[in-house]
Every structure is written in structure tokens, then in C-alpha cells.
């Protein structure tokens, strides 16, 4: 089994690549592989607790506690949330707070990286 | 285990959205990762700006000014100042009209680093050489 590590930069909603990233980390995850999961810029209000489920907008919290669960490490860019007044406390427990380093570091040990990026 | 080497390949134009800006700011934190990582491990970055990236390296960016955030220079320059390898590509240069001197460096800050204008088929060799390859 291999180390994938992805990112994510896209926001939750406006943008599917979000919901593409959790799908590909649940795949991945499946299958038996160790994942790690980057989320920086827009890609940080994925961590945000409490997220309503409308129907007309992508939702994250379920998956991403499904992924915590399987294993997953999540981490998102501390800087990035604080900036988008997401606060700790609010953030989804498991969901790591860190800053970009732990995405280079956890590049070094992966087999194959995929970078989502933004807009 | 080997070094591990990383291109940041900064494509997208400063300011219409923070992904150039991202692409600085991942590469610089190399200088932090040992942190997390074992003795003898080591992430060697490499910054490539092509297509419209290359606009990030203007100098003189009023950013402050006109958006009350750090500029995209800044972040350039910062670069530089932590040893980063810079390569610009020489054709996007010459498509957008821009000369040498119309770009950044970091003297003041007293860098040794500077900006390395390359035909785009050295950045190619460099992306073949790296290990994995974060686009921005």
C-alpha cells in the first residue's frame, strides 16, 4: 500500500474540487492506503464544525469526519482559517491545525502527491 | 532516505486571486520542515514562475497602498532571501514585454540570491528532476 498525501486549496462551495479531493481521500483510504490531507486557503472552511446540509450546496463535515475515522489525517493552514474568522473552537475535533511545513513534510514521505489548487 | 525535490510552479498573476501568493508561502516554510521530519531528511524546493507567474516578480508593487496587504514582491523577495532557487522563464518574460530590470531583488535585504532568468527548457529539466510538482 502506498502514502498519498493531497491538498485542497478551493473553497467548500462555489467549486467541486473540494468535494472531488474528499471523494479521491475516501477511494484512496478504501482501498487501504495511507492518506493525508492538506487543506489551505478557501480550502480551510472545510474544518469548520456545524455546517448546515442544504441540499443546493456541497457539504463537508460528514465526510470529513467519516475520513477521521478511516484514519485519515486532515490538516488544515492555521493562518488561512484565522483569516477567514474560523476560530479552533469551532473547528471539527481531529481536523489538525497546523502551519504549511506539514504539507512539505508529509510530502517527503509520500509516494504520489496531488495538488488541488485554487481558482 | 534521499533528499526529496519539490517545484513550485507559480502560473497565476498576483492579486486576482492569493494563489501566487500560496505558492511563495508553501515554498519558504521548507525552511521550517526539518522540524517534522527525521535527521539526514531534507526537502530541497525550487521556484518556477511561468506563463502569467511571472508577473508576480514586477518590483515597486504598491500593494499596501492599494489593498493593505503584504505584496506579492515582498513574498518574491523573501524568497530570495531564504535561499530559494528563483527560475523565470525567459520567453514569458519576452511575451509580456518585461526586461530584466523591471524585476525584483533582494539586495537591500541583503540576499546572496537572484533571480535566475532560464529558456523554459531549463525549467523543463528541472521538473523532470523533481520528485513531485505543486502547481500554484
Known sequence: MG???LACFSSLVGSKSLDFTLKLAKTAADK???VNLWLSSNGTMIGKAHQKHLKDYSHAEKPVRELLEKGVQICECEACALARGIQKPEAIEGVQWNAMHWYLAKIYSSDRVLHVGGE | ??????????QRPPYKSETSTLGFTHAISYQVVEM????????IPT???????VLNLIKDQKAMENYGVTSVESHGKNSLL???????????????????DRLLDAEDMGADKKLQI???AEIQKVLEDSNHLLFF
Open chain 1, 3 to 5: 502514502v498519498l498525501t
Open chain 1, 32 to 34: 487501504g492506503h495511507t
Open chain 2, 1 to 10: 532516505m534521499a533528499d526529496i525535490k519539490l517545484a513550485f510552479v507559480i
Open chain 2, 36 to 43: 517534522l521530519l527525521e535527521d539526514g531528511q531534507n526537502v
Open chain 2, 47 to 53: 521556484v518556477c514562475l511561468v506563463g502569467e507567474g
Open chain 2, 82 to 100: 531564504v535561499d530559494l532557487d528563483m527560475l523565470v522563464c525567459k520567453e514569458d518574460m519576452e511575451r509580456f514585454g518585461l526586461a530584466e
Open chain 2, 118 to 120: 532560464v529558456p523554459y
